[in-house]
């Protein structure tokens, strides 16, 4: 008789050991979900943000290219202006030479009229 007593404690404390470790088995399933989506969310965060940085370099490499490319024009274009500048010069002291030379010449008409 002795013994049923102190089986059913025995039995008693198995089963709130039994649900204790229910329970904690539970909560720590959910914290694992929560943890896993925590992850998933900052592994999509970095791939996203890897994916903006590797644009970013893309265009940033193209947009280098455009501007040496642009350098390379604007340096030719220097050159281009600098020989029609020395031209458009040359240009304009032959047309003052070319404009004394008709003084010159038509002074002296003037004068005999």
């Known amino acids: 008789m002795e013994e049923e007593p102190l089986k059913n404690r025995i039995i008693?404390?198995?089963g709130?050991?039994?649900a204790i470790f229910l329970i904690s088995?539970?909560?720590s399933c959910l914290?694992?979900?929560k943890t896993k989506s925590s992850h998933d969310k900052e592994v999509f965060t970095r791939m996203d943000l890897e994916e903006k940085?590797?644009?970013a370099e893309d265009e940033k490499t193209a947009?280098?290219?455009k501007i040496n490319n642009l350098a390379k024009e604007l340096v030719a274009e220097k050159a281009t202006h600098s020989e029609t500048d020395k031209e458009l010069l040359q240009e304009q002291l032959v047309n003052k030479s070319l404009s004394d030379e008709l003084q010159k010449v038509?002074?002296?008409d003037k004068t005999k009229r």
């Open 25 to 27: 088995t539970v909560v």
């Open 63 to 65: 947009l280098e290219a």
């Open 16 to 18: 709130i050991f039994t």
């Open 31 to 33: 914290q694992l979900g």
């Open 12 to 14: 008693l404390i198995l």
């Open 106 to 108: 038509t002074q002296p």
């Open 53 to 55: 940085m590797k644009k």
